[in-house]
């Protein structure tokens, strides 16, 4: 069916028909309005939400590294040998598990 075809139908339908079709036509524009709108406002919301949850993961990230050439140094004027702790994958955190 292409556009020809539905404006010829269009034109052949009863004049209580357009209106039916004309109130369908119009409801379900508005409804796409509100969901795109919606869509925007969650997009808009979730981009300004991203840079200080970031900023928050840097500054986190920079105290770790800090905290830890902090003690390598006082480990090492002390003559001990630095530790390095290393996690493998059964250490990382999981949701839910399945016993």
């Known amino acids: 069916?292409?556009?020809g075809d539905i404006v010829r139908r269009y034109r052949t339908l009863s004049s209580e028909d357009r209106v039916t079709f004309d109130r369908w036509l119009r409801a379900s524009a508005g409804v796409g309005i509100i969901i795109a709108g919606g869509l925007i406002a969650m997009a808009l919301a979730g981009a300004n939400s991203a840079a200080p949850r970031d900023a928050r993961n840097q500054h986190n990230l920079a105290?770790?590294?800090?905290?830890?050439?902090?003690?390598k140094t006082s480990d090492v004027a002390h003559g001990q040998q630095p530790v390095i702790a290393r996690a493998g994958p059964?250490?990382?955190?999981?949701l839910a598990?399945?016993?």
Do not use: G
């Open 63 to 71: 105290d770790a590294v800090a905290s830890n050439k902090d003690a």
């Open 1 to 3: 069916m292409d556009n």
């Open 90 to 94: 059964s250490d990382a955190p999981c």
């Open 97 to 99: 598990r399945s016993d």
